[in-house]
Structures are given as C-alpha cells and as structure tokens.
C-alpha cells in the first residue's frame, strides 16, 4: 500500500508543476523575442519603410509559442495571461487559436478579461461566444458589448435563445446563475435496460454526471437515478424502483450559498434545480459550486483590504487608484479623528510622557478583539447561523469573552506597568481601559455586522475598517480619560 501510494505522491503536484514550468518556458520564449526584435530593429533602423521584417528566428519562437500554448488547458492558458505584464498577455492571447477564445475567456479573472476583450473587434467576439454552452455565455455576458450579444442572440437556436435569457436573469449570487442545461432526464416507467440503450446514443455524458433526473410527463422532478444503481441492478428494473429522492433540490431563486452549504453537508457533485413548482429546470454541479465559493472567498478578501473590486496587478496607475482610494479616504477621516480624541489629552499627556509609550496597547488589542469577533460572525452570517432574533445571546456571550480576557490580559499590562513605571495606580488604569475598551470592541463586533445585514449590505464590506476606527478612537478616550481622572 505505501509503495502505491510513493508512486502516486508526484501526480498530485503534476498539474501545478506543469503550469509553473509553462509559464518559466513561455516568458523565457518572450524574453528571446523581445531580444530579437530590438537586434533586427537596431540594424533596419536607418533603413527606409517602416517596421522591420521578421526574422527567421523570430518567427521560429512565435511558433514554438503557439505549439505550447496548444497543448495547455484553457484554464492554465488563463493563470498564465494573468501573470504576464499587458503587452506581452496581448502577445500571447493574440497567438491563441481563435476556437479557444471562449474557454479562456472564461477561465480568466474578470479584470484580465475586460482586457482581452477590449483587444478584440466585434467578430472575434461573436464567434468566441457562439462557440460557449448558453450558461458558460450567460457568465460573459456582462464583459461584452451589447452589440456583440444581439450578433450571438441571432445566431442561437430558439432554445438556445430561451436558455440564454433564461440564464441571464438570475443575478449573479443566485442558483440559476450556477445553473446548466445539460441533465439527462428519464422517466420513472421504462426499465434500466431502456435507460442504457438511451444513454448510448450519446457521443459523452454531460460533465459531472453522477445521477440521471427522474422526472414525469410534465418535467416535474421525481427523483434521481445515481448511474452506480444502473450498474448494479438487473436490467429488467423498472426505474421506478431503484430511484431515490434527492438530498436536495436546489430553487433556481434562493441564493447561492445554500447551494455550496448543500454540497458540503451532503457531499455532492449535481444537484437538480427546480422552479416553485417543482419542475425541473436544470442542474448545478460541483465544479460551478467551486469556482462560486473560491469567488466569493477573493471578494471577501478584497472587501477586508478595502479594495472595491478585483484589481489586475498589471492595470494602470488609474485604474488601480480608482479601486483604491475610497477605503483609505475613510481610514483618513477615522485616523484624524482619533489624532483628536488624542489631542484632546495632551496635557495629560504632558504631565506622564508614560501614557503615550501605553495607549497604543489599548487600541491595538481592542482593534484584534474587534476584529475576531466580526470574523466570526461573518462567517456565521454566511452560514446562515446567524439571525437577528440572536443578536441578544451573541451579545452577552461574546461581552461575556471580553470581560474574562480584558480581566486577564489587562491584569498582566498593568502588571508590567506597574514594573515599568512604578505605579500601582497606572496599572490599574490599564486594567480598567482594556477591559473597558474590549466590551466596546466586542459590543461593536456584534452590532457593526449584524446592523450591515439588516440594511441589506455586505457585512465583510468595510466591516473591519469601522471596527479599527471605534477601538482606535474609543481606546484613547477611554484610556485617556481614565488616567486624566484617576492619575493626572
């Protein structure tokens, strides 16, 4: 068994191995290229006509460019463009074959994409749209031009046409904008034997096909048939008999986090989705449920770093300020602010220098406190574990967590600034302005989130940067405060 599972360990590494070594190869490739051009430049550049004729050895690099970028995966084609400075993405995305265009497209971050796009005439556009199943069209749609959609709408079949609409009127956070078209559905009256004859008929299974759909004459859905029962049981079964009821069926409206809860829970690779009246629409699969939650894991990273929308790390200086400049705007107003809650003390400040070595200290564990608590309860938000009605029970546990650990670390500073600065007084000062300051942080941990879902707004948007600007400011005052009366 370990011998087998030795031989194995390599082939887990091998398709990230495989891209790096792409990547080395092609920039290695662009780099000859670049040095070629400017030789053949430097010796035409005197010479009359305007842009030099290519070399021999250039064309020869163009085409082993091309042969590698052919045996790559769309997807791998995609990482590497996103890696690549923005003249040389147009250089290779400019070598891709245009049948590919579509997948890559796809595959790509949505700032890099706006930029192949922008790179490319209507044509181009059609035919790598056309060339994309309606839901996978769906995806790009928001990134094309309006032109460019009526050019693919004409060139669709009439189902196409309804799919496509279809797919497009579901907001991005929903079911039905996971969902695709590709189920195979039976009926719960024909035998296994008839299901297998049907199957045949087609060239390949849709991906990730796992489970047929048992549905009767009016697509109401009835179950699902795993292909595993299939193989199994006799082929003189009626479907009816071996299929099951699904562990859930997905509505095409509710939101998309229910259908990734779903597939964790019940560790799933399809899932039929159903309208309210339970007719079967389509089916989202695993590999969609991925791509959602690795997406709304990078938003939710982004909006903690205060970044409005995903960035290309090769955009303009423009570009980038745009996406940029909001948060830190804010964090500019917080930060005068607490510089005033500061300024306010100053002769307090004066009279015992010590205090300015141990209010950051305040502020900073009440800034880490605040933060872990809204941590969580975003994270429960998403789960859906959290609610409104519980907004009490979470306040009293998590004020009950900052009194223990506001007691606790607030007892060992104002030990060690009794130490320091010889005063007992001081040291009671700091137990008293942590413990204080970690109920305000924790109170707003809760409150901040909670109140941004009641309003309809994103809690992981902004909600550490309003954390930070209330412990900063109210740490100062607190600790500030304190010492003015007590010690000063």
């Not at 749209?129 to 959609?149: F, G, K, N, S």
């Not at 969902?179 to 039976?186: E, I, K, L, R």
């Not at 699904?246 to 829970?265: D, N």
Request: hydrophobic share 50%; net charge negative.
């Amino acid at each position: 068994m370990s011998d087998r599972l030795d031989a194995r360990a390599p082939e887990r590494s091998e398709p990230r191995e495989r891209v790096q070594d792409a990547l080395v190869e092609i920039t290695a490739l662009l780099r000859r290229h670049r040095l070629v051009e400017g030789l053949i430049q430097e010796q035409q550049g005197g010479a009359p006509g305007g842009a030099p004729a290519p070399s021999a050895v250039a064309a020869r690099i163009r085409t082993e460019l091309e042969d590698k970028l052919a045996g790559l995966h769309p997807a791998d084609i995609a990482w590497i463009l996103e890696t690549l400075p923005l003249d040389e993405r147009l250089y290779i995305w400019n070598l891709v074959k245009a049948d590919r265009d579509g997948e890559i497209l796809v595959e790509a971050s949505d700032a890099v994409r706006e930029s192949l796009i922008s790179s490319m005439d209507t044509e181009e556009l059609v035919a790598a749209a056309e060339a994309l199943p309606t839901d996978e069209i769906a995806a790009l749609a928001p990134d094309l031009p309006q032109e460019v959609m009526d050019d693919v709408f004409q060139g669709l079949s009439v189902e196409d046409r309804e799919e496509l609409r279809a797919a497009m009127s579901f907001d991005e956070d929903m079911v039905g904008a996971l969902m695709d078209f590709d189920d195979v559905q039976v009926r719960s009256d024909v035998t296994l034997e008839v299901v297998l004859r049907y199957l045949r008929r087609f060239d390949e299974l849709p991906s990730q096909t796992d489970q047929l759909f048992v549905v009767d004459r009016h697509e109401t859905l009835l179950g699902v048939l795993p292909l595993n029962r299939i193989i199994v049981s006799e082929p003189e079964t009626l479907v009816a008999d071996v299929m099951q009821p699904p562990p859930v069926k997905l509505l095409q409206h509710e939101k998309a986090e229910m259908a990734a809860s779903a597939f964790e829970r019940y560790d799933l690779v399809s899932a039929p989705v159903v309208d309210t009246n339970g007719k079967l629409v389509g089916r989202v699969t695993v590999d969609e449920v991925l791509d959602f939650v690795r997406r709304r894991g990078e938003e939710e990273m982004l909006a903690h770093g205060g970044l409005r929308e995903e960035e290309d790390v090769f955009a303009s200086v423009w570009k980038s300020f745009r996406n940029r400049w909001a948060w830190l705007a804010i964090n500019l107003v917080t930060a005068f602010i607490a510089s005033r809650v500061i300024g306010a003390f100053e002769g307090s400040i004066q009279r015992l220098v010590a205090l300015a070595a141990l209010m950051p200290i305040v502020a900073g564990i009440g800034g880490n406190s605040g933060n872990q608590t809204i941590t969580m309860i975003v994270r429960a938000a998403a789960l859906g574990q959290v609610t409104q009605e519980k907004s009490r029970q979470l306040i009293r546990k998590e004020l009950t967590v900052a009194l223990i650990n506001g007691l606790i670390w607030g007892g060992v500073m104002g030990a060690v600034a009794t130490i320091l600065y010889d005063r007992v007084s001081l040291g009671l000062v700091m137990v008293l302005a942590m413990t204080l300051n970690l109920l305000l942080a924790a109170l707003m941990g809760v409150l901040i989130p909670l109140t941004m879902l009641k309003v309809g707004r994103d809690p992981a948007v902004g909600s550490s940067v309003m954390i930070t600007a209330v412990t900063d400011s109210g740490g100062f005052f607190i600790f500030l405060g304190l010492a003015t009366l007590l010690l000063v």
